[in-house]
C-alpha cells in the first residue's frame, strides 16, 4: 500500500522569503503521479502543482516549485518570495497511474504554514 | 466556467437521522471522487465514481454510507444513522474523461466541501 508522510506539522516564513516544504511517500509503483494541494482558511482545496513521476524536470508553477527525487521518494515544495495569502494547510498527495485510467488520491497529513508580515 | 459544485456547505443533523451530501462536477467532467476530512487529518478516499457506476469504493465503510451518480443529476452521497463520529468535512472532487486529450485529465479538481456535524 502507498502512504505519504509529511514530517513537518507546522511551519513559518517571513513574507517574501522562502520556505520548503517536506514531503515522503512509499510505493512499489514506477509510475504515478505527485501533487501538492493548499487548504487556505475558507478549506478549499485547491491544487499547487503536479508532477508526472516520468518526468525528470522538476514542476514548477509561477513562486512554487518542487524538488522531485524518484530514488529517494522525495517530494518537497518550495514557496519562494511567501505571501500572506499562502498562509494555508498544505497536502502532498499520491496517485497511481493505471495507464490512462483514473485513480484516487492518498494524502499525507498536511503542514500547516503560516506566513508573518 | 463554475467549479465543482457542493450542497449544502453545512448541514447539521441529529443522531440516527440521514444526510445527503450533493455534489456536482465541473463541465465536462464524469469522474466524480469522495472524500472525508476530520478534524485535523488529511483526506481519506472514499469512493470513485462514473455517471451509473461505482467504480471504486473500497474506502466507503461497509454499512450505512452509499453513493450514486446518476446519469441525470449530481452525485449523492448518502449517510444513514449517522453518528457523532460520522462528524467531518466531506469533499467531493471531479476529473475529466481520459479519452480527451487534455493534459490534466489525471488531476482533481475539489468542491469547497460539505461540514457535517452530528448532534
Known amino acids: 500500500a502507498q502512504t505519504v508522510t509529511q514530517s513537518q506539522p507546522e511551519m513559518s516564513v517571513q513574507e517574501a522569503e522562502t520556505v520548503t516544504l517536506s514531503c515522503t511517500y512509499d510505493t512499489s509503483e514506477s509510475n504515478y503521479y505527485l501533487f501538492w494541494y493548499k487548504q487556505p482558511p475558507s478549506r478549499q482545496m485547491i491544487l499547487v502543482i503536479r508532477q508526472e513521476a516520468y518526468k525528470q524536470q522538476n514542476a514548477t508553477e509561477n513562486r512554487f516549485s518542487v524538488n522531485f527525487q524518484k530514488a529517494a521518494k522525495s517530494f518537497s515544495l518550495k514557496i519562494s518570495d511567501s505571501q500572506l495569502g499562502d498562509t494555508a494547510m498544505y497536502f502532498c498527495?499520491?496517485?497511481?497511474?493505471?495507464?490512462?485510467?483514473?485513480?484516487?488520491?492518498?494524502f499525507g497529513k498536511g503542514t500547516k504554514l503560516s506566513v508573518k508580515p | 466556467n463554475a467549479g465543482v459544485m457542493q450542497n449544502p456547505r453545512h448541514l447539521v443533523r441529529r443522531r440516527g437521522q440521514e444526510a445527503r451530501l450533493r455534489c456536482s462536477p465541473m463541465k465536462g467532467h464524469s469522474h466524480v471522487y469522495w472524500y472525508r476530512q476530520l478534524p485535523e487529518e488529511g483526506l481519506k478516499f472514499m469512493v470513485y465514481?462514473?455517471?451509473?457506476?461505482?467504480?471504486?469504493e473500497s474506502g466507503m465503510p461497509k454499512e450505512r454510507f452509499s453513493a450514486e451518480f446518476p446519469k441525470e443529476g449530481p452525485s449523492i452521497l448518502r449517510i444513514q444513522q449517522v453518528v457523532r463520529g460520522d462528524s467531518a468535512a466531506y469533499f467531493c472532487a471531479s476529473s475529466a474523461p481520459t479519452f480527451k486529450a487534455e493534459r490534466d485529465t489525471d488531476t482533481q479538481y475539489f468542491g469547497p466541501g460539505t461540514r457535517l456535524t452530528v448532534l
Open positions: 465514481l462514473q455517471k451509473e457506476n461505482i467504480i471504486d
Open positions: 498527495a499520491f496517485m497511481r497511474n493505471y495507464g490512462g485510467s483514473q485513480g484516487n488520491l492518498i
